[in-house]
């Protein structure tokens, strides 16, 4: 998720919050502390504003930059507890909300993030920043739930629903509130149950991002933030890569630098085949802020593909701890162990990603899992994950060889 620093809203109000909060040591630390949080040395921010909070508990800036800067070193829980605090002690400022709502999505609890950033718009009066925020939360749970429907056949058939979907500008019918489809959704057992329930949601978020998208085109005072959403809209709802990154580049000729821009760009010029250029793009991203996961994850792919196997497990594994339910993550780090002879380790990552549910449909990582298993000498094992990956296989054959007509879903 991306937002813009707070930078000069707390500037311009934090002598106001210091004179009110009445202590001498409170104002200095409070001012260092935003000083340490400017620079993005978010750590030793950190460490500062925790001893200005204790002496004001309550107070609307300790938290909110507390929350911040929580959220930039990978602490998302933590953060919660900060932003909610802030929001608490300014009911009316959408700052706290928009970075709660993006807390909240980091950990997986997307309805949480919905009410967040629905209540960020309705404090902002839809501001500029609100709309930004909610447009760009949006495109992002479009992209994630699409690469969770192609995770099983009936997801497929849904994906492929949604693709035509989103072409024709169809609209969602009888939905209802988004944050209650996202519970429908984490309580869908099934996978048919849970496919229905992930078109419904893809279809209200590309059309709310598209009606944010309208808002800011017309009225909005930042130029880049516009570009920057025109480039997500093209990259997840459209899938032109090449014309995000051009939005992209726009972006950063008014905002150079900015590592949220950079981290998307690498991710237009991977799925463009500007290897180089992504490499380059993430690189810096990262230089800017260590903790940007799609910038580590196109370091890690690009590792990957080029079968740098050892130049990729930093990567990933920073991404495993700063993405601990990415099913994902778990079996490309797996895969990398595997490829540098650490059987032990890669079987930690790889069988509860399977047992899981991770998709192996034609059977490829249960032979992954069988061979370290043989490494290891549990041959009792690996002769079951064999069997596995043979079914998997003969399956995935014999409904290739199926005609058309016959499959599943072929009438959709």
């Not at 501001?127 to 909610?134: C, G, P």
């Not at 279809?203 to 570009?227: H, I, R």
């Amino acid at each position: 998720m991306w937002l813009l620093a707070v930078g000069l809203a707390v500037a311009a109000c934090l002598p106001a919050a210091a004179a009110q909060a009445g202590g001498e040591g409170f104002e200095a630390l409070l001012k260092q502390g935003f000083e340490l949080h400017k620079q993005a040395r978010f750590a030793e921010a950190l460490a500062v504003l925790e001893r200005a909070r204790r002496l004001e508990p309550g107070d609307y800036f300790a938290n909110l930059l507390l929350g911040i800067d929580l959220l930039r070193l990978g602490r998302p829980a933590e953060a919660v507890t900060r932003l909610r605090a802030a929001s608490r002690a300014n009911s009316e400022d959408e700052t706290a909300e928009d970075y709660l709502g993006e807390a909240e999505a980091g950990l997986g609890h997307y309805a949480l993030a919905v009410e967040a950033y629905q209540r960020a718009n309705q404090r902002g009066k839809g501001s500029e920043e609100a709309l930004k925020a909610w447009a760009g939360f949006a495109l992002e749970r479009f992209h994630d739930i699409g690469a969770g429907l192609r995770a099983s056949e009936p997801g497929m058939a849904a994906a492929r629903r949604l693709a035509a979907a989103t072409t024709s500008g169809a609209k969602a019918v009888c939905a209802g509130p988004i944050a209650g489809l996202e519970r429908r959704l984490a309580a869908a057992g099934e996978a048919a149950a849970a496919a229905e329930e992930g078109y419904q949601l893809s279809v209200c978020y590309a059309l709310e991002a598209g009606k944010a998208a309208e808002q800011l085109q017309v009225s909005a005072a930042d130029p880049a933030g516009v570009d920057r959403l025109r480039g997500d809209v093209l990259l997840r709802l459209k899938e032109d890569a090449s014309g995000a990154a051009a939005e992209y580049r726009a972006a950063l000729q008014l905002r150079p630098g900015d590592p949220a821009l950079l981290e998307r760009l690498a991710e237009a010029q991977l799925a463009a085949g500007d290897g180089e250029g992504a490499r380059q793009s993430a690189q810096a991203a990262l230089a800017a802020d260590p903790h940007r996961r799609e910038a580590l994850r196109t370091l890690a792919s690009l590792a990957m593909s080029n079968r740098e196997y050892e130049q990729a497990l930093p990567w990933l594994r920073q991404l495993a701890r700063e993405a601990p339910g990415d099913r994902s993550v778990q079996v490309e780090l797996g895969r990398a162990l595997a490829q540098t002879g650490e059987a032990a380790e890669a079987l930690h990552w790889l069988g509860p990603a399977l047992t899981a549910g991770y998709p192996d449909e034609k059977g490829a990582l249960h032979a992954l899992v069988a061979r370290q298993l043989h490494k290891l000498g549990r041959d009792v094992e690996a002769a079951k994950a064999e069997a596995e990956a043979r079914r998997l296989s003969d399956a995935f054959q014999a409904k290739a060889a199926q005609p058309e007509h016959e499959k599943p879903d072929a009438h959709q």
